[in-house]
């Protein structure tokens, strides 16, 4: 069975970090592309970054510069350190895998898709991010 956890959310002052962390099982990473999203009160999950098993990040324009997404895959787990947070920030954050060769997260983080959120093959529960002003 594939399980994908998400843990690490919080409540942070606007300007403080948090690392995500994404712990898999049931899947090899090489094979799969993990991406993290984020769905804020009132607006549609979008996808916010990803990484291949080679470590090929990707990210949106909002969190580039200060979200950096990493591989673990000793530990079947994908981080999202997340720095200079903003209170735009605050969403439930999830992640999700997609296995190679990941058509739907290379569309999106390309620019080619405006979401990927339907097409992705399991999804882990999210976990809270709050920052506050």
């Known amino acids: 069975e594939v399980q994908l956890q998400a843990s690490g959310g919080g409540l942070v002052q606007a300007g403080g970090s948090l690392r995500l962390s994404c712990v898999t099982s049931?899947?090899?990473?090489?094979?799969?592309?993990i991406g993290w999203f984020r769905q804020a009160p009132g607006k549609e999950r979008e996808g916010i970054a990803c990484?291949?098993?080679?470590?090929?990040?990707f990210y949106v324009d909002s969190v580039k510069g200060r979200f950096t997404i990493s591989i673990d895959n000793a530990k079947n787990t994908v981080y999202l350190q997340m720095n200079s947070l903003k209170p735009e920030d605050t969403a439930v954050y999830y992640c999700?895998?997609?296995?190679?060769?990941?058509?739907?997260?290379?569309?999106?983080?390309?620019?080619?898709?405006?979401?990927?959120?339907?097409?992705?093959?399991?999804w882990g529960k999210g976990t809270l991010v709050t920052v506050s002003s």
């Open positions: 999700a895998a997609e296995s190679y060769p990941a058509p739907y997260l290379t569309a999106y983080f390309s620019g080619k898709r405006d979401s990927a959120n339907g097409d992705m093959d399991f």
């Open positions: 990484i291949s098993g080679d470590g090929s990040p």
């Open positions: 049931g899947l090899t990473l090489d094979n799969y592309a």
